[in-house]
């Protein structure tokens, strides 16, 4: 007699596993994100006991009063400069793309070698050399400095997406439109930027994300100016004899919320404009 239990799925039983040491491998990811809220809602007397507590239990919200009362000038100074980078990159980036996928220059594939060579540089050499730079044109503690050094992380990757997702578009419709009539500067605007909807969402979240995290560029181009960005602001609760962890974990938390609202609602552009021009028809 056959029952329900030889029925079921082999692999339903067989790989229960697989969902369980996936569970365990995220929760041991996710962890250093529960110590922060954890830390963050902690007070000052309890932060060093010994063993620490997992739960606040005797919690506090001073901590993000504190970043009520002091931070808000930092994240609307690092909004602008994630809003203002994310521009940037797509207004240079996205032509790049499209000339080096469609209009085939020559030295393109020169150009894409270096565009790959540009991500292994330092963040701290660029640094230093953009502070001489702007030590002549004055641009030092300032946020369009800082918007276009951001942008230099950003452009390069932003130019491979783009090529890898514009090579996909047909090349039936670009044809159509120039015999209609439209330049490639017409081409581009009306036909293929609006085609490449995923791309452009996956780039501006890449490049708002790099600007909104930097640290490097801001210590080095804006540290001490009247214009610093929220991860200077966290820096301002560190001392050489006193470490505001209460302070420091609420503004983290803060400051990642922003981020981590954006990932999620552009995560299903983000996987197309990623895989874009991986496979081809």
Known sequence: MTTATTLRPRGSRSHWWKTATG??????????????????FTRDEDMRKSPPGLFPVRGTLDGYRRVLDEQLPYLATSLVIGLGTVVLTVALAAPAG???AKLRPRGGG??????????????????????????????????????????TLA?????????????????????????????????????VLPMSRNSVVTVSLFAFLWSWSDFVFAGTLVNGGAHEPI????YHYIGNNNQEWNAIMATAVVASLPAAVIL??????????????????
């Open 23 to 40: 569970t365990l491998l995220t929760a041991v990811m996710l962890f250093p994100v529960y110590w922060m809220l954890n830390v963050s």
């Open 155 to 191: 452009v390069p990757f932003a130019v491979l997406i783009f090529t890898a997702f514009m090579s996909g578009i047909p090349g039936e419709l670009i044809q159509a439109a120039t015999m209609d009539g439209a330049g490639a500067l017409r081409t581009f605007w009306s036909v």
């Open 231 to 234: 991860t200077l602001g966290i």
């Open 110 to 151: 020169i150009l894409n070698f270096v565009l790959l060579a540009a991500q292994m540089i330092p963040g701290i050499i660029m640094a230093m050399g953009f502070y001489a730079i702007y030590l002549n044109l004055g641009l030092l503690q300032s946020v369009p400095g800082l918007v276009l050094a951001d942008s």
């Open 264 to 281: 999620v609602l552009a995560q299903r552009y983000v996987a197309a404009g990623v895989t874009a021009g991986a496979v081809k028809d």
């Open 98 to 100: 499209y000339a080096l």
